[in-house]
């Protein structure tokens, strides 16, 4: 997976390339003002989402936003990152927080967005508690494209054929495991490749948030006992089969609309795929909160993520670029972007809809839960690499479990060696 990754970069970066050189050398400063930007993402499913924000932009702003999405997080990553080298930019691209934002703060390659962020919590339009996430050495980057919270998403017409409710605690989790087993149905969803860490995040936050916390700073091991027992845990459930196959291609929504995987394990935007295929939350589909293993925990723990919309430093057109970042926060704007979509919004004036999605926003920013900084952001991108190419091969060989933990504290060993 690893040579795969470098593969895609090459030739991403070699593209690029090829097609700066082919531009006739024109530099961005002398563009003219643009009255259309371009928004690289790696959500290509939200293509038909983000061109009724262009739609609206256009008609409020009097700038037209065009997405250009990718549907492959690897290739994605690697046409970003290649564009800091050329003179093909995007105006406006997603990203993530934690380790990656900070990486291309680092390099220079992000615009400033403080005063944004200033003006937007002053009025309300956005949260003085998301500020953390988009601070890098005491200054904000980037704005809020979404917030999600984790959680269940069960098939409701398999948990009513079963007479199944919502667990509230983790052994009811694992009697509904049993019981869909007994039926023949598999429980959860699973998958080797990119969210290949998703068990182990929720099991670690759910059994030690804080020995979680430490991993993500260098401060614990990920051969300590702690992390050992959460993987032994990980490994019987698999050994339970409780699991789907984690090769099959089958979109996880697929799965669960069609009742061949009972639960899903996402953030509240995979709402949106649910909304995608007409189906109807209560009635088709629910939504809960993944009980704690540790019961003596004072706060559930609840994996929480923000998808940081950006600039570049550099920008075709920078004031129109801040210009739309400036709207896309306002309540207007994620009004639409939160309802279009069946989700959940960064600015706390938006209003949500769905009743189960709703409450878990309103609980969340009432202290109910802990929340805990999603294993994608909080894990420095060249022990994540790691990680991910380890968790891959555990859930397809669980018995390498061992092996994969030390290969993770190898590469988090020779990273913490330079960033202490």
């Known amino acids: 997976m690893t040579r795969s990754r470098m593969a895609t970069f090459c030739v991403a970066a070699l593209s690029l390339s090829l097609v700066a050189c082919g531009g006739g050398g024109n530099k961005a400063a002398e563009a003219p003002k643009k009255t259309e930007l371009t928004l690289y993402n790696d959500k290509g499913a939200w293509t038909k989402f983000f061109e009724s924000m262009g739609v609206q932009s256009k008609q409020q702003i009097g700038l037209n936003m065009k997405p250009v999405g990718y549907t492959d997080s690897a290739q994605y990553q690697a046409f970003i990152k290649a564009s800091f080298r050329t003179d093909v930019k995007p105006d406006l691209f997603t990203w993530q927080t934690g380790g990656m934002l900070e990486e291309i703060v680092k390099q220079k390659q992000v615009a400033e967005t403080t005063t944004l962020w200033q003006e937007a919590i002053k009025n309300g339009d956005l949260s003085q508690d998301l500020a953390p996430y988009y601070t890098v050495d005491g200054k904000q980057y980037c704005v809020p494209m979404n917030v999600a919270y984790w959680g269940m998403f069960y098939n409701k017409k398999t948990f009513d054929q079963y007479k199944l409710q919502p667990p509230t605690t983790w052994d009811e989790l694992i009697k509904v495991a049993d ?4 039926n023949n149905v598999k429980a959860f969803y699973h998958t080797s490749v990119l969210f290949s860490f998703i068990w182990f995040e929720q099991l670690l936050a759910g059994t030690d948030p804080d020995l979680y916390d430490k991993l993500s700073t260098g401060k614990a091991k990920y051969t300590d006992p702690g992390v050992v027992q959460v993987m032994e845990r990980w490994k019987s459930m698999i050994d339970a ?3 789907a196959n984690p090769g099959d291609k089958t979109d996880p929504a697929d799965g669960l609309k069609s009742g061949k995987t009972a639960m899903v394990s996402f953030g509240t935007w995979f709402n949106t795929s649910m909304t995608q295929r007409d189906l109807k939350a209560g009635t088709d589909y629910g939504f809960f909160v993944i009980p704690n293993v540790n019961t003596a925990l ?8 923000s998808g940081p919309l ?3 430093a550099k920008a075709p057109d920078p004031a129109a670029s ?5 709207w896309w926060t306002g309540a207007e704007a994620q009004g639409t972007w939160a309802t279009t979509r069946g989700d959940v919004s960064a600015n706390p004036k938006v209003e949500i809809k769905d009743e189960a999605l709703g409450q878990i926003t309103k609980d969340a920013g009432s202290g109910k839960y802990r929340l805990v900084n999603r294993y994608f952001e909080a894990t420095p991108p060249p022990i994540l690499t790691a990680a991910l190419d380890g968790f891959g091969l555990f859930v397809t060989k669980p018995d390498s479990y061992q092996k994969v933990l030390q290969d ?8 913490w060696s330079t960033h202490q």
């Open 179 to 182: 019981t869909l087993k007994q």
């Open 298 to 305: 004072p706060k559930t723990s609840v994996i929480f993520e």
């Open 241 to 243: 089969g409780y699991f």
């Open 408 to 415: 993770i504290q190898k590469a988090a060993d020779e990273y």
């Open 310 to 312: 950006c600039s570049l």
């Open 322 to 326: 801040e210009k739309y970042l400036k």
